[in-house]
């Protein structure tokens, strides 16, 4: 049985390591009413964009354009579809860890879906610290990595990484790029995502509110040369604030679970010291008892 200042040496430092993920959990509690604050707005304004050109596409709506080419369909770059064996693929991860499964559950997503396809070329794009330790050290070769990316990267630096996606999709003819990452449903609820990005399909339904009845200067065609890349970017944003918001969260319950945690082994061994304890009395006291009696 180990003895008194071993037990209380143990339970300093239980109790140390509680007060930091105590501090860790407030911490993640706090930027993580400002993420979801964020997170609403880059999900409504996504949402909203690619009903607006989702329906600009359509041509419903501007039959004075140009009527001779009304019904024909528009096509942008980003939108056509490629005959290849080389995809684009980009898993968003954690720069720090402490939250749980959440790195893992991504880089096990992504592993399953590499080795699906054995003879795809894959073109890798990794988010985040912990995904790019990983494929540094594993067979498969990253095409471009970036760090420090959730949560402190404005909308350019993000618009950056888009930008380098799209260049990759058009310039290799990718099949499609494909996007791993961590979507909320609540602060308890998260679940992994796989979301194709590119190409951009302008085959889906249209909101009515959306059909507008006019002239537009420039034509729409321009308009969609415009509007599609910034649209990737948006939701190249909106997809990191994302995992930024399920990292946040998946921090608060793990470090909210390692302080119950922390919590328990302190009553186990305090339970633990006054049992030491009072053994320790209960012998010098037989101890005390025997010796006076011998020297009776």
Known sequence: MPSLSELRIKVGG???????TKAMKMIASVKLAQAQRQLGNSRSFSAKLE??????????????????????PVVHPLSELHVSDRKGLVIVTADKGLCGGFNNNIIHQALSLLQQSPQTQWYIFVIGKKAQDYFSRSTYSVYKSYVNIAGTAPFHTVGSIAHDVMACYCTE??????????WSRSILRQKIVQERVLPFSCQKSVDASCLWDCIFEPLPKSMLDMLIPFYVKSKMF????????????SRMSTMDNASKNAQDLIEELTL???????????????????????LK
Not at 14 to 20: A, E, H, R
Not at 277 to 292: D, M, P
């Open 51 to 72: 009903s607006y050109i989702v329906s600009l596409a359509s041509r419903q709506y501007c039959p004075a354009d140009d009527p001779e080419q009304k019904n024909v």
């Open 14 to 20: 239980i109790k140390s390591i509680q007060q930091i």
């Open 238 to 249: 909106s997809i990191v604030m994302e995992s930024y918001f399920s990292e946040l969260a």
């Open 173 to 182: 003819g990718l099949a499609d790029v494909n996007v791993i990452y961590t």
């Open 272 to 294: 633990l010291i006054n049992n030491v304890r009072q053994a320790t009395i209960t012998r010098e006291l037989t101890e005390i008892v025997g010796a006076g009696e011998a």
